[in-house]
């Protein structure tokens, strides 16, 4: 893991200048560089725009593409229904602490095999594949653990954001709605 954030130029030929090797790259080169955990920046070589996102895009769409997909497409067309929602910015922080939580999942099931096998990148997938078939039970019980954890979180941030909405528009009258909010509480 290097300590100097790489910079990567993108021209209009949409082609990707790696400045710190002084040559060309592809999007498997940027993939390689995510999976070394290497730090980078792309941005537009004219305007100097921050691209980083777009490639990160880009480079989900590939891997979704071929191979096993991540996402289905029942999870893709919900993910897009939230784009413009009012909750659009609670659904993103919503995802990312569900993955910073997921990250600690695998972490730990990392210790457990690190602890049994020792060094764990030698393993085949062969032995992973046992590992995470003796781990199954366990495994289910975080993940409900996790899923219920979620589900929590969800709801009260979903209750945090009722109450500031009561105390900001409390004294505004909306048809349908009892005067500031009263008996929604006795509910």
Same mark, same amino acid.
């Given at each position: 893991?290097?300590?100097?954030?790489?910079?990567?130029?993108?021209?209009?030929?949409?082609?990707?200048?790696?400045?710190?090797?002084?040559?060309?790259?592809?999007?498997?080169?940027?993939?390689?560089?995510?999976?070394?955990?290497?730090?980078?920046?792309?941005?537009?070589?004219?305007?100097?725009?921050?691209?980083?996102?777009?490639? @990160?895009?880009?480079?989900?769409?590939?891997?979704?593409?071929?191979?096993?997909?991540?996402?289905?497409?029942?999870?893709?067309?919900?993910?897009?229904?939230?784009?413009?929602?009012?909750?659009?910015?609670?659904?993103?922080? !919503?995802?990312?602490?569900?993955?910073?939580?997921? @990250?600690?999942?695998?972490?730990?099931? $990392?210790?457990?095999?690190?602890?049994? !096998?020792?060094?764990?990148?030698?393993?085949?997938?062969?032995?992973?594949?046992?590992?995470?078939?003796?781990?199954?039970?366990?495994?289910?019980?975080?993940?409900?653990? !996790?899923?219920?954890?979620?589900?929590?979180?969800?709801?009260?941030? $979903?209750?945090?954001?009722?109450?500031?909405?009561?105390?900001?528009?409390?004294?505004?009258?909306?048809?349908?709605?009892?005067?500031?909010?009263?008996?929604?509480?006795?509910?």
């Amino acid at each position: 893991m290097t300590d100097q954030l790489r910079m990567i130029k993108k021209y209009p030929n949409r082609r990707l200048y790696d400045t710190m090797n002084s040559g060309y790259i592809t999007l498997a080169d940027v993939k390689k560089m995510i999976l070394e955990k290497i730090e980078f920046k792309v941005v537009d070589a004219k305007s100097n725009e921050d691209l980083t996102r777009t490639i @990160l895009l880009q480079i989900i769409l590939e891997e979704e593409s071929g191979g096993l997909p991540m996402f289905s497409s029942e999870m893709l067309t919900q993910m897009i229904r939230f784009y413009g929602h009012a909750m659009q910015g609670v659904m993103g922080s !919503y995802l990312e602490r569900n993955l910073q939580s997921f @990250l600690q999942i695998q972490n730990k099931l $990392q210790e457990q095999t690190k602890n049994l !096998y020792g060094d764990a990148s030698s393993l085949t997938p062969e032995v992973w594949k046992q590992f995470l078939q003796m781990q199954a039970p366990g495994m289910q019980g975080m993940m409900g653990n !996790y899923l219920e954890q979620s589900a929590k979180v969800f709801m009260e941030m $979903q209750e945090q954001m009722q109450k500031q909405a009561r105390g900001m528009f409390g004294g505004f009258q909306f048809p349908g709605f009892p005067p500031g909010g009263a008996g929604n509480e006795d509910k």
